[in-house]
T-cell receptor, first 115, second 112 residues
Framework: GAVVSQHPSWVICKSGTSVKIECRSL??????MFWYRQFPKQSLMLMAT?????????EQGVEKDKFLINHASLTLSTLTVTSAHPEDSSFYIC???????????FGPGTRLTVT | GENVEQHPSTLSVQEGDSAVIKCTYS??????FPWYKQELGKRPQLIID?????GEKKDQRIAVTLNKTAKHFSLHITETQPEDSAVYFC???????????FGSGTKLNVKP
């Protein structure tokens, strides 16, 4: 149980275009999901908290108009990178808390490359 | 907000030796401390966790200790094997569906 999936697993896009990444909890409901970004050889940096039925909460320094988050249902959150630039190239990972509220289950990640 | 520091950034040990990774946290409200193993290009995998009402937890070759007073916790891996080579992250959270604050990571290299 407690499986989180992401789609796509990798994507290449041109500078200036937008990319949508999906995060799904497959066998449990998640009113909260988290989006992280990880640059090579660095730690996971929390970008935002996705809340079902309300606006996402963004971490300091993360542009909410550039990284659009929509928590459409209890099993789906999406992250849209708008007007992508090469510096947005990174590994994006989502997670969802388990039923205890403590542990988090991570998606497999999405490798975004902006050319 | 919470600040989690992790040391060392890299650790190289001989197969069979023990490895210790240490983390400190700043917010006394944090009560859940997981450790993750991440292989290149893959998702973090939970290897062990500890809650603030426990001082030590062990699972086969892996153990975690927590000192609430000093606000630090450590990961201990005994009898290391080459397959233990990966990047390890500690994290702290206040639980209750709250966000994680991650340490900077430790790259462990176990030499055969």
């Amino acid at each position: 149980g407690a499986v989180v999936s992401q789609h796509p697993s990798w994507v290449i896009c041109k500078s200036g275009t937008s990319v949508k990444i999906e995060c799904r909890s497959l066998d449990f409901q998640a009113t909260t999901m988290f989006w992280y970004r990880q640059f090579p050889k660095q730690s996971l940096m929390l970008m935002a908290t996705s809340n079902e039925g309300s606006k996402a909460t963004y971490e300091q320094g993360v542009e909410k108009d550039k990284f659009l988050i929509n928590h459409a249902s209890l099993t789906l959150s999406t992250l849209t990178v708008t007007s992508a630039h090469p510096e947005d190239s990174s590994f994006y990972i989502c997670s969802a808390p388990g039923t205890s509220g403590s542990e988090q289950y991570f998606g497999p990640g999405t490798r975004l490359t902006v050319t | 907000g919470e600040n989690v520091e992790q040391h060392p950034s890299t650790l190289s040990v001989q197969e069979g030796d023990s490895a210790v990774i240490k983390c400190t946290y700043s917010d006394s409200a944090s009560n859940y401390f997981p450790w993750y193993k991440q292989e290149l290009g893959k998702r973090p995998q939970l290897i062990i966790d500890i809650r603030s009402n426990v001082g030590e937890k062990k699972d086969q070759r892996i153990a975690v200790t927590l000192n609430k007073t000093a606000k630090h916790f450590s990961l201990h891996i005994t009898e290391t094997q080459p397959e233990d080579s990966a990047v390890y992250f500690c994290a702290a959270s206040m639980g209750n569906f709250n966000k994680f604050y991650f340490g900077s990571g430790t790259k462990l290299n176990v030499k055969p």
